[in-house]
């Protein structure tokens, strides 16, 4: 994938329908084994917020590739310490070949991006989360065989993650409808980028009416109601988010053969019930693998993996 060499990854906006196309397919090859890339290079996982599976995934993937990863815990730099972005982003340019940032402000992790001539990967902010998505992508084609026309509902906080799937449904050809409490919808901006990308050939909706959303879905997907940073909020959401729970009822609106997504980690009796994380429509385990798989084909395209 010569074409994104020495990219970098803030948005998902950041690629063409053909870039996430083809670095699906990319991801479907490494996992199969059918294709073996390695790179000699070095990581830096800058994660100012807590993360199990995008750390250990990314870890992995540079491991598997050949390469080397530095966990640069903001506690023990001088991050947490106050040091100017600016000048830690030209530092971390001198060491490293790529770094992945996860932080609060996606301004933040732009003007790193801006000051630093290595690639920088989005690797989770207040305003999106591109990486899962790109594994929940290669999970729903490996469950129906493609994407184009497919119908994904995401019922809950209108937060990163509903930002990010909504790019990427659009990118890929898909059906999104964002079902929020009034008041949590999906950030405006990244809307109008949706319907932008979609170009009237599919659906980008917005809707307070979780059962409307949920009909003849092709995939259900919800994330926690209060994301990191918000866990002040928490209680206060709970009753408003209520009516938004993927349940067994939720799920019968869905077509028959509906998968269930959960970017993870999940509350159980909130945003999804056990009987349905633990059901037989749920995929979430085959999407947290598939972090490892997509990421690693993400690595591998940026670093012009041999
Ligand atoms: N889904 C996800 O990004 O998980 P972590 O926060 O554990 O990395
Ligand atoms: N929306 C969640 C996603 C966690 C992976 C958060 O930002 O906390």
Not at 33 to 50: D, H, I, M, Y
Not at 53 to 78: C, E, H, K
Not at 185 to 202: F, H, M, N, S, Y
Request: proline share 4%; net charge negative; hydrophobic share 45%.
């Amino acid at each position: 994938m010569a074409v994104l060499i020495g990219r970098d990854l803030l948005s998902l906006a950041d690629f063409s329908p053909t870039e996430l196309q083809e670095l699906l397919q990319l991801a479907i090859q490494l996992k199969s084994q059918q294709l073996k890339l390695r790179c000699n290079k070095v990581l830096g996982l800058l994660f100012s917020k807590a993360s199990t599976r995008t750390r250990v995934s990314f870890t992995v993937a540079m491991y598997q590739l050949g390469g080397q990863v530095i966990d640069l815990n903001p506690n023990v730099t001088q991050v947490s310490r106050g040091e100017p972005i600016q000048d830690t982003a030209r530092v971390l340019d001198r060491y490293l070949d790529i770094l992945a940032i996860r932080t609060f402000a996606q301004q933040d992790l732009e003007v790193f991006a801006n000051h630093a001539t290595i690639p920088v990967i989005n690797a989770l902010t207040d305003a999106e989360h591109p990486c899962q998505i790109l594994a929940d992508l290669l999970t729903i084609q490996e469950c129906f065989g493609r994407l184009a026309d497919l119908t994904l509902t995401y019922v809950g906080d209108g937060n990163n993650v509903a930002n990010s799937l909504m790019l990427g449904c659009a990118l890929a050809g898909m059906n999104v409808r964002v079902a929020t409490p009034p008041g949590y919808e999906p950030d405006a901006k990244i809307v109008e980028q949706a319907r932008a990308i979609a170009g009237g050939k599919t659906e980008v909706l917005l809707t307070h009416d979780p059962e409307l959303a949920a009909k003849e879905a092709s995939v259900l997907y919800t994330d926690v109601w209060a994301s990191m940073g918000q866990e002040q909020e928490a209680d206060n959401r709970m009753p408003i988010f209520q009516p938004y729970q993927i349940s067994e009822q939720m799920l019968s609106l869905a077509n028959q053969d509906a998968i269930v997504l959960h970017c993870l980690p999940a509350h159980r009796g909130e945003e999804i019930t056990e009987e349905v994380i633990e059901g037989s429509q749920s995929r979430v385990w085959d999407q947290a693998e598939n972090r490892l798989h997509a990421q690693k084909a993400l690595l591998a395209g940026i670093l012009g993996a041999e």
